[in-house]
């Protein structure tokens, strides 16, 4: 596990973009540790990724120092990131069959596609095929998807998901 970390004194409130850039093959965790203004401890967010050689993450942190106030972080996911993803989890071992490694990338190959032309048919069909991924995901959690990469895929296609225009 890959560790780094970053330290902010007195950050105003706002949106921050954190980039994590990959040294090396294998899973990291991005966490993030907030005080509000009067120095109490808010909610402790830990998000799991995989990195590469040369790989770029990107995440978005909403920060609010108000008392009570929850601050969070999201993985800012693309089709790109989440098939880098899937390549990235099958060299580091944590997708450890080729056929279900082949099959995440078609579903999100099928998901991308149908993003790209922008009608009811086709955000029905990418919500179905990032549903799909989804459920095999959870079917071959702690099976053929091993570590952090289940939760990391179905971050990803969460962030996905919730991309697509309602109609």
Known sequence: MLNGAVLVF?????????????????????????????G????????????????????????????????????MTTFASALADVSNGFKAGLITKQPVEQALTDL???????????DRLDHDIERAALGVFKAVVSAETNKQITGTEPQVLQNDASYLISQIPSD
């Open 10 to 38: 007195l950050p105003a409130n706002g949106t921050y973009t954190v980039l994590v850039e990959g040294l090396h093959l294998g899973p990291y965790n991005l966490a993030m540790k907030s005080l509000d203004v009067n």
């Open 40 to 75: 109490k401890p808010q909610t402790f967010v830990k998000i799991p990724g995989i990195a590469n050689v040369g790989s770029t993450a990107t995440y978005q942190v909403q920060f609010n120092a108000t008392p009570g106030a929850h601050s969070t972080v999201t993985s």
């Open 108 to 118: 999100l190959i099928l998901a991308r596609d149908a993003s790209y032309r922008n």
